[in-house]
């Protein structure tokens, strides 16, 4: 059974780090590009990064350039979202899921097999 399951989210502080997890069972992760997306309360879910199948490439959204880090351990069958600086803005929850269709890496449609998502709260 295909399956990602995303773990790390907590409350933190604003200016806090958490590192997320995507970690996938019934199936090699590193014959896919991962995608990180999050959905605040109220607001549709979004793009946050993007790593290909090698990891040579990455990619990030605007909000969350030069704090976010995404990687990949293919031999642990996972991928990581370090987060650094967390602003309140970015309390949502994050998913991961397997592009399997290309495009615009921040495209949902291109995306199958989401994960269940883990919550992020920054918050004093």
């Known amino acids: 059974q295909v399956q990602l399951v995303e773990s790390g989210g907590a409350l933190v502080q604003p200016g806090g780090s958490l590192r997320l997890s995507c970690a996938a069972s019934g199936f090699t992760l590193n014959t896919y590009a991962i995608g990180w997306f999050r959905q605040a309360p109220g607001k549709e879910r979004e793009g946050v990064s993007y790593?290909?199948?090698?990891?040579?490439?990455?990619l990030y959204a605007p909000s969350v350039k030069g704090r976010f880090t995404i990687s990949r351990d293919n031999a642990k069958n996972t991928v990581y979202l370090q987060m650094n600086s967390l602003k309140a803005e970015d309390t949502a929850v994050y998913y991961c899921?397997?592009?399997?269709?290309?495009?615009?890496?921040?495209?949902?449609?291109?995306?199958?097999?989401w994960g269940q998502g883990t919550q992020v709260t920054v918050s004093s």
């Open positions: 790593i290909s199948t090698s990891g040579r490439a990455t």
């Open positions: 899921a397997i592009q399997s269709r290309g495009g615009i890496w921040s495209t949902e449609s291109l995306y199958d097999y």
